[in-house]
């Protein structure tokens, strides 16, 4: 593997191969290494960030070949992840693999491979008693399975919107704004996760960040499905967070206009007072 000469304190393999070490941390060896060497993984995680966050899905993998097999086995650790520091940058590791625009079947792959990684990063249902070594360690932090999950949402959503917010006001610092690539990936990111409760202060900002870029920088998969859960009042979102979203995504607006109208068809109105209620809470 070709070393980084610009990051030369990046000891990539040495990290690779404590990963391999220690598996999924099942012996009570492997534990206490882990929990050992938890702040220095969390300053190479961050210091492997920085250094693939400019570089794209494609130079990163060129320069790092086995990413893949690092960040998997970490993300499978529940040591490793049980860290809430380490599980927010191995998704902001991910985030910066994904293709935006996959050219190829390869990408594609490995597109839905960090999705479900993603996926299974923030599933409760990774997080159940079930999980001897997961739940023995969130116990001994004093949370049930449940609040640790709460808590972890909750920083990461906190997290990405103060960022996005914050370079929304920063827009002129180009060294500081965020790449719309990012973004883009973190709407895709999004996806799966639409109707979980806690992410909607992050689809509100999402949807009304638009950044220094003349195109539509929000991916159209996520549009649609912010969309489409909130036609079918699987979530609730502010009027200008839902009047941006159709102003840049125009499908979505067509899709809800139908909507209404299938509803004002299909429905049996008594008066048009009814009527008018049902036209108010379209929002249209």
Wanted: aromatic share 10%; charged share 20%; glycine share 4%.
């Amino acid at each position: 593997m070709a070393q980084d000469t610009t990051v030369p304190k990046l000891n990539f393999e040495y990290w690779l191969d404590k990963a391999i070490e220690w598996g999924q941390a099942t012996t009570l060896e492997s534990q206490k290494d882990v929990c050992l060497h938890l702040p220095q993984l969390q300053e190479f995680l961050h210091q492997l960030y920085e250094t693939i966050k400019h570089l794209g899905p494609t130079v990163a993998i060129q320069q790092f070949p086995l990413i893949g097999q690092l960040l998997g086995r970490l993300c499978w650790n529940p040591f490793v992840i049980g860290y809430d520091e380490s599980q927010k940058t191995l998704m902001w590791c991910l985030c910066c693999l994904y293709s935006s625009e996959p050219q190829n079947a390869v990408e594609l792959k490995a597109n839905s491979w960090i999705r479900s990684l993603l996926c299974h990063l923030l599933s409760s249902s990774k997080w159940e008693s079930n999980e001897a070594e997961t739940s023995t360690f969130i116990s001994a932090l004093g949370y049930t399975s449940a609040d640790y999950y709460c808590h972890l949402v909750k920083n990461m959503v906190v997290s990405l919107v103060t960022e996005l917010r914050e370079n929304q006001y920063n827009g002129l610092n180009i060294q500081e704004s965020i790449s719309a690539t990012r973004v883009n990936a973190i709407s895709i990111f999004c996806v799966p996760l639409i109707t979980l409760p806690d992410l909607t202060p992050l689809l509100e900002t999402l949807l009304l960040y638009h950044g220094g870029s003349s195109k539509e920088i929000l991916s159209s998969e996520f549009l649609e499905a912010v969309n489409e859960a909130f036609l079918k009042k699987k979530i609730s979102l502010p009027e200008s967070a839902v009047f941006s979203l159709w102003l840049r995504h125009l499908p979505s607006l067509e899709k809800a206009t139908l909507h209404l109208l299938d509803q004002l068809f299909s429905i049996q109105l008594n008066s048009l007072e009814e009527v008018a209620r049902v036209i108010k809470d379209s929002l249209l």
